[in-house]
Structures are given as C-alpha cells and as structure tokens.
C-alpha cells in the first residue's frame, strides 16, 4: 500500500506529539511505500527530527521504501535537515556542519562511546552553557541512562534515534530520544503480571526510586530517579511519551498521565536551561564514610 | 557504563571476594559513570556477600566524587533489593516446607 504522509509544521507542545504519533499511526503494519511531502511544514523541532528520523527506519525495517520529496521542502526547514545530518543520512550527499543545531543521530546498536561523545562534545560541548567538566560528566552519565534503558528495556529492532537544539534566545538546550520498542507501560505490566494496570500507575512506579523491570535478579532503578533530580534543580523539564502514557517532570511538579495518542515505542524530551548558575554539582557521598 | 561490563568486572572479583581474598577497583582515567555497570559490578555482590565483608574486602581506589555518589546510591538501593528478595526467599521455602510435610 502508498501513501503520502503529510508533514507539518512541529513545535514540541503537547499536540504536537499527538502530530507526530498520528503520522505513526497513519503508517500501520502495511504500508510498502511511504512519501513524505513537506508542503505544509515551516518548522521541524529536534522531536520531529528525532521521530521522523526513526519513523523512516522504523517503515524500512518492515521492508517499505521511503521517498522525502525534496522539492516540497521549504528553504528554511531544508537547511535545518541539512545542518544537522538528517538530509545526508536519508537523501543527500551534502554534510552537515556546526550551527545551533545538535546532530540528528542513529544508534541501532547500543554504541558507549559514541554516545558519550555525542553528548559531552556535540550536546554540551559546544560552549552553549559554561560548565565545569565534572558536572558535564555528571550530566552525560544521567541522559546516557536513558539510551541504555530503551537498549536494555525497550526492545527495539531498529535502535534509537536522537536530535537537539540550543535555542541561544530562550537560553534553552534541548535533546530528544526516541525508540520504537514496547514502551515503558507494557514493560511494567509484564513485569508485575497486572495486564490491566492504569498507564499511569504503570509510569508513576517506573519512575520511584529502586524500581526496575529488569529480570534476572539485579538491582535497578537508580538511573531514572539522578535524572529527575538533577532536571529540577537546573530548572529543565523531562518528559517522557510511552504508549498512551505521559511522564512531566520539572522543579514544581510531577505528573502521570493517560493520553488519547497512542505511540507503542517511548520518546524523551529534555530540556536544560543554559544559565550558568542553575547547574550546582552537589556531592552527598561523605568519603570517609564506609560505602557498603 | 554497560550492564556487560559490569558483569566482567562482577565475574573477576567475586570469586575473589568469596574467597576471603581483598580486591581493588581502580578507576584511574574514569570520569563518566552509569548505574548499570555499578549494579552488576557492585550492587550484586550484596547477594550474598554482607557489607561488613565488602567493607573489610573490597576497595576503590581513583574513584571520583561524582563516581562515589553513584556507587553509594546503587549500593543503598541493591542492599534494600536484596533483603527483600532473600526475606521473599526465606519465606517461600518454609511455605514449601510447610506445604511438603503436611
């Protein structure tokens, strides 16, 4: 079956993942052959990149053949997809280069190193926010637990996709990832064998402190718990979009959600404030203190 | 950082541990940490292996203040789960018992 997906202009306001998850939806299991026409997008933010970026892979897993239609790109919104990679992974030979833009990136296999660097040099190395390298290094630990758990957790055939922006006028530095895997609430539902458990009870025990889905017998659940932590005293948001669920987590609140959009993979949205003084490296580890 | 390269370092060391034998992690040069490697480095060891002993036997040297803040965290969150799962065990072995002799 051919259809045409028609894109449009994306912010990363709430009904804009509905936007996005709709054109999920629109593709189903039987699509062979999908175009996508940008007549009526003048804007693409990183969670549109991100997702469209993965839906691409996502209709190629499942052997369909994708077509960008380049001449319905706007000049604006064709230059942001050259800066930041995704015109050159999917249909160019033009390489992207350094602006504002933090590269749109395709991990289909769990790749440390890469991510590390993706993270310290190209999300936060970039001068954007002045930040001394242990507290880059604490932040890149936090986000990087989220791409180990949609490797580890989400099960996804076709990896993980990431896009980000430094947004200088309103001092913001964003990241998105997105997998296509089996979402958060499914997960937890197996795990306790409550097939009927509320998505948003679902969410709200994923993010407690101490509890994971991860079998055989190891610890989990600490990862999740230091990112939230740190997302509020920066003043950041964290939001996460699993199946029909919802996750908002920023200094004054911490919601759990039912949604009326269903995307069966799960998409982190982070957003980090540049200034300076809102990025405070607090140590509660007492050195002399035993460990054990 | 990963799951897998916690377990290497899980499978050098406990044998040791069990063995009575001291251990010291060296972390030299390692400046980015990640919960899963310190739940299946460390935080397994607390299966079955008692702090005191840990304390007694295992070492970390080079280990930055970001670093020993993760590791304290997955240390006091694995020491909760696994007195829940040998109190879990404990429990469903005498039910087994119980269940058994009657």
New interface residues.
């Given amino acids: 079956m051919s259809i045409t997906l028609n894109i449009p202009t994306v912010n990363d306001e709430l009904e804009d993942f509905n936007t996005l998850f709709q054109l999920w939806q629109q593709v189903g299991e039987s699509c062979s052959n999908v175009t996508f026409d940008f007549s009526k997008c003048v804007f693409l933010k990183p969670n549109a990149v991100a997702f469209l970026g993965g839906l691409i892979r996502f209709i190629q897993s499942r052997e369909g053949k994708t077509t960008i239609n380049k001449d319905t790109l706007n000049k604006k919104v064709k230059m942001n997809l050259q800066q930041n990679g995704f015109m050159y992974t999917f249909c160019e030979d033009k390489e992207p280069w350094q602006g504002n833009s933090v590269p749109y990136r395709e991990d289909a296999k769990q790749d440390k190193d890469g991510l590390v660097y993706y993270l310290a040099e190209q999300w936060l190395g970039r001068g954007w926010v002045h930040m001394d390298q242990n507290l880059r290094n604490v932040i890149v630990g936090r986000v990087w637990e989220i791409y180990a758990n949609a490797f580890e957790h989400g099960r996804t055939d076709i990896g993980v996709f990431s896009c980000g922006q430094h947004y200088p006028k309103l001092n913001q530095l964003k990241l998105t990832v997105v997998d296509f895997g089996v979402g958060i609430p499914s997960n937890v539902r197996q795990f306790q064998n409550k097939p009927t458990l509320p998505v948003d009870k679902a969410l709200e025990w994923a993010f407690q402190a101490g509890t994971s889905t991860r079998q055989g017998g190891v610890a989990g659940g600490v990862g999740l718990d230091y990112l939230k932590k740190f997302v509020k005293i920066n003043r950041g948001k964290l939001e996460f979009f699993s199946q029909d669920g919802y996750v908002a987590i920023d200094e004054n609140q911490e919601i759990y959600q039912n949604r009326q959009t269903f995307f069966q993979g799960t998409l982190v949205n982070i957003t980090l404030q540049c200034e300076e003084a809102l990025y405070i490296l607090a140590s509660d580890a007492d050195d002399e203190e035993p460990l054990f | 950082?990963?799951?897998d390269e916690g377990q290497k370092v899980y499978n050098l060391t406990y044998p040791e541990l069990l063995a009575n034998r001291p251990v010291e992690l060296d972390f030299a040069g390692v400046?980015?940490?990640?919960?899963?490697f310190f739940?299946?480095a460390i935080?397994?060891l607390?299966?079955d292996i008692p702090?005191?002993t840990?304390?007694r036997l295992?070492k970390?040297s080079n280990l930055?203040?970001?670093g020993?803040?993760?590791?304290?965290?997955?240390?006091e969150?694995?020491?909760?789960?696994?007195s829940n799962?040998n109190t879990r065990k404990a429990v469903d072995e005498v039910v087994s018992e119980q269940a058994n002799s009657l």
């Avoid at chain 2, 400046?31 to 899963?36: G, N, V, Y």
């Avoid at chain 2, 969150?77 to 696994?82: A, D, G, I, L, V």
């Fill in positions: 950082m990963t799951p400046e980015i940490f990640a919960s899963p739940n299946f935080g397994q607390l299966r702090p005191d840990l304390n295992l970390f930055n203040s970001v020993r803040q993760v590791l304290k965290r997955v240390i969150n694995s020491k909760q789960y696994y799962e």
